[in-house]
């Protein structure tokens, strides 16, 4: 009965999306609605969808996985997130949103040059692939659980749908969706999945095989620690997803709301999936790092089907809404920045390629953890603080020779970290920033002499 309850939601749900897509391609007129929805988003509906893309796979399952193998201190990938957006609100949104660009790679060349420009949306593009890849993964996850379906139909058929309705109806697809996703979250994964799970298990629950440390342990320290908060700090303060969001709104008053409000939602569902990943050590113990991602779905297929099966239906809805947007803001990067021009076509060809590749890195590499952190560790070192000296140069005197250097030689540091055989890859991101500071030091824009 479980498999089919959850079989016969995903189904209709799917339906819905691909719906929402064809409904929303009648109003695609322009490059501006494909892309940015006419800049037309009120506080609501921002709030929604940047929220709905920011709780994805990093921000439910692969938490979770993590909470549940080494304990409260991996909830810091979550709390840098919540943190991240508030200071975007109270700092960078309005600025973002007065650019009246299109994509973040675009605003990197009118901070610097045209050079910043197409080496920023490369670098984007690549980890955006990455980012997909972990929200596929994530899915797919939640899926295998319940269905006897072959892992890799699975999916082959989770991206096809995202990149159906996305292709249909661009951002305006993306936002509707968005705001039913994100009240299917709150509903499903904050005001039931987390309580009932809890309930369940506190008559089991025994401090002493839990670790409730907090900010640190025995398994994440001091510098692990700081590495998952800035590896999600800063690309919330900086993030060509986010960043796409921001320029689809009516005004900056309301960007800057929506950044502020969406940190806040981030922040409930943190604490929600910590209490899902704890109750999930007590309900389904004995998985490993090897299947610690199906902890959490599999404590929750514990509940009534009836109960059960909408809940999954939302935690795939958590992948669906960010894979979705980070689709589009790919597409649209790969479109206005790459080939120059804003065109539809173009950005649904580019929507489907990028949808593909992400497939197959999904396929290859089959490791939650290890996509998360290649996608935000790479991006965070790379190119969120040339960005941030970027918006304040009056201040900062940063060049785009700075800029240029800063984005090579800190993303090359992370990834050679990242991909080391030392103790270092555990922090990876951090070597990474301080390499990426230093051109912005050196080349600074010098005095003129009197």
Not at 208 to 218: A, R
Not at 299 to 314: D, E, Q, R
Not at 351 to 358: E, H
């Amino acid at each position: 009965m479980e498999n089919n309850v959850t079989l016969s939601i995903l189904i209709i749900y799917s339906a819905v999306l691909v719906a929402i897509g064809l409904i929303c391609s009648k109003k695609v007129k322009t490059s501006k609605s494909f892309f940015l929805a006419n800049r037309s988003l009120g506080v609501f509906a921002l709030t929604a969808t940047i929220t709905a893309t920011v709780v994805g796979g990093s921000a439910t399952i692969a938490t979770a996985k993590l909470i549940y193998l080494y304990g409260l201190p991996s909830l810091w990938l979550d709390v840098g997130a919540s943190i991240g957006l508030i200071i975007l609100g109270l700092t960078l949104a309005k600025l973002v949103r007065k650019t009246g660009l299109f994509t973040l790679s675009e605003i990197t060349g009118q901070l610097f040059d045209n050079r910043v420009r197409y080496a920023a949306a490369v670098l984007i593009i690549i980890t955006q692939i990455a980012w997909i890849s972990l929200l596929i993964q994530g899915a797919g996850a939640i899926i295998a659980i319940l269905l006897p379906v072959d892992y890799y139909l699975i999916l082959t058929s989770i991206t096809l749908i995202f990149i159906l309705y996305t292709i249909l109806g661009g951002q305006f697809a993306v936002v509707y969706t968005d705001i039913i996703q994100f009240l299917i979250m709150v509903i499903g994964v904050c005001a039931i999945a987390a309580p009932l799970l809890f309930l369940k298990a506190v008559p089991s629950l025994d401090a002493s095989t839990i670790n409730l440390s907090f900010p640190t342990n025995n398994y994440i320290g001091v510098l692990p620690a700081m590495s998952y908060f800035f590896m999600m700090l800063m690309p919330h303060i900086v993030g060509p997803d986010i960043y796409s969001k921001l320029l689809s709104a009516k005004d900056g008053k309301t960007a800057r709301k929506g950044a502020i409000f969406s940190g806040v939602f981030r922040i409930i569902f943190a604490i929600s999936i910590a209490v899902i990943a704890i109750s999930a050590i007590v309900i389904a113990p004995g998985f490993d790092s090897n299947n610690a991602v199906f902890a959490m779905p599999t404590a929750i297929s514990t509940l009534h089907p009836l109960i059960s099966g909408p809940i999954l239906a939302a935690f795939i809805s958590v992948m669906l809404s960010s894979a979705d947007s980070v689709l589009i803001s790919a597409g649209t990067i790969l479109t206005v920045d790459l080939f120059r021009k804003k065109n539809i076509l173009i950005s649904r060809i580019g929507i489907i390629t990028i949808g593909v590749f992400a497939l197959l890195l999904a396929l290859y590499l089959n490791d939650i953890i290890e996509t998360l952190k290649l996608a935000y560790t790479v991006f965070t070192a790379g190119l969120t603080l040339p960005i941030i000296f970027g918006f304040y140069k009056s201040k900062t005197k940063a060049t785009s020779t700075g800029a240029l250097w800063s984005l090579i030689l800190g993303g090359s540091t992370a990834l050679i970290c990242l991909f080391s055989n030392t103790v270092v890859k555990d922090y990876a991101v951090l070597p990474g920033m301080i390499v990426s500071i230093i051109p912005l030091i050196i080349f600074r824009e010098k005095k003129n002499e009197s």
